[in-house]
């Protein structure tokens, strides 16, 4: 008689390891989320969102780094609460609208950068709105592709890589701004 | 390079490590989860709905790394397996028995055999997780087998069926690959169609029920299914 019996046990640390990462992001990611939302319900709404995405893609994500991870994470987080607002048709881009109106499509005058204007440059993204900000983070801090990009904000291609020559176009001109002011 | 595009490479650099900079100073300011934890409240909703992602993902998990290493082909198997039935506290009338199960691998077929000798209470089973759109469709009992059906709008059909154990229970193994899992001391028979399209199914014994459910669903949503029969 052949007895076989099969049973499929998991380790404990691929069992815990889900639940681990959560534990030790969770309050962050709703820091995060809360600050964008204003809301606690859509807040927690965007961290379950986001660690939905982690699920499908955690192969990539648990050969991260702590840090690494917890940078993705955010990001994704930001992803999520920008679906949830527009959703419920809370988001509105003013920015895009506001330099839309300003805009005189006069070229920009091309400065020497130093390191001051380095500095100025980081106090001036706060300035800059939410979904540019995302653009702009996902494709240089996760060096995401434009397609990748679009397909995570709902956009083309096209439209991802405007966003971006508009950022710049509009820090370059904020940069400008201050320059002049100085004399 | 002239000096406009030394000025637009230079921008691009310093545009680039600012948002980088930027990102991580962000992240920097956030305070560490023990003091957060301090601020902030997940409500018993947002948790129990996280534990329920954590739980479902790792089932996918464990039926993924299953089949992985399953077999393949026609072969004899013989499984035995003993169960005891718990005394319920509430029902007196329900007698403890042993029941062994002989599983017997065929050609085209398999076949559940079982041996009871005792009585046992009369049970309802239903699954507390369906697929969205599912709902019943049609009952039908005898004396001691019910069958019910769900479908959905698109056509789509799972037919649950229930039986004492007591005799035996045919499956076509054409087409199919078999594996077990167990999960909370119940062994779950698991017979995946190759074929898309095609009908699965899974037999599983418990409390001296014979429960088995059909459907050309994915087999990781009938096993979600079946596990969540009570």
């Not at chain 1, 019996?5 to 030790?24: C, F, N, P």
């Not at chain 1, 820091?31 to 807040?43: F, G």
């Not at chain 2, 009992?141 to 229930?162: C, H, K, L, P, S």
Request: charged content about 30%.
């Amino acid at each position: 008689m052949l007895f076989i019996y099969l049973s499929m046990l998991d380790t404990e640390e691929e069992r815990l390891k889900m639940a681990d990462i959560y534990e030790q992001h969770k309050f962050a990611c709703f820091r995060v989320a809360l600050k964008r939302t204003n809301n606690h319900a859509m807040a927690e709404d965007a961290v379950h969102n986001a660690f939905l995405s982690i699920i499908k893609h955690k192969e990539k994500y648990f050969q991260l780094s702590c840090r690494d991870f917890r940078s993705a994470i955010v990001i994704i987080v930001k992803n999520k609460c920008l679906d949830l607002l527009k959703a419920e048709k809370r988001f509105t881009d003013f920015d895009e609208v506001a330099y839309e109106i300003e805009s005189d499509d006069t070229p920009v005058d091309i400065q020497t950068i130093t390191q001051i204007e380095f500095e100025n440059l980081k106090k001036h993204m706060s300035e800059l709105d939410d979904v540019s900000k995302e653009v702009l983070e996902m494709k240089y801090t996760l060096g995401m592709s434009y397609k990748e990009i679009g397909e995570a904000l709902g956009m083309t291609p096209k439209h991802v890589d405007t966003r971006i020559m508009r950022a710049k176009a509009k820090m370059r001109k904020l940069l400008e701004k201050e320059m002049s002011y100085r004399g | 390079m002239d000096n406009a595009k030394l000025d637009d490479v230079l921008f691009e650099a310093i545009f680039r490590q600012a948002v980088i900079e930027n990102h991580w100073q962000e992240l920097d300011e956030i305070p560490s989860e023990e003091e957060l934890a301090k601020v902030y409240t997940f409500s018993e909703l947002h948790n129990e709905r996280m534990r329920k992602l954590f739980a479902s993902d790792e089932r996918k998990e464990r039926l993924a790394r299953l089949y992985r290493g399953s077999r393949k082909g026609a072969a004899i198997i013989l499984i035995t397996s003993g169960i005891l039935f718990a005394i319920l506290m509430t029902t007196p009338s329900v007698q403890a028995a042993v029941t062994e199960v002989f599983v017997e691998w065929y050609e085209q077929f398999t076949k559940f055999t079982s041996r009871q000798g005792e009585t046992i209470e009369a049970k309802a089973w239903s699954p507390s997780y369906l697929p969205d759109g599912f709902e019943v469709f049609d009952t039908f009992a005898t004396f001691d087998m019910t069958n019910i059906r769900y479908a959905d709008m698109t056509g789509q059909v799972i037919d649950f069926e229930y039986m004492p154990i007591d005799g035996t229970l045919s499956v076509n193994n054409e087409g199919v690959e078999y594996n077990s899992v167990v999960s909370d001391g119940i062994t779950f028979h698991i017979f995946a169609a190759i074929s898309d399209n095609e009908t699965n199914t899974i037999i599983w014994e418990v409390d001296g029920y014979r429960l088995n459910l059909r459907s050309v669903l994915p087999v990781d949503v009938l096993y979600e299914i079946a596990y969540s029969v009570k």
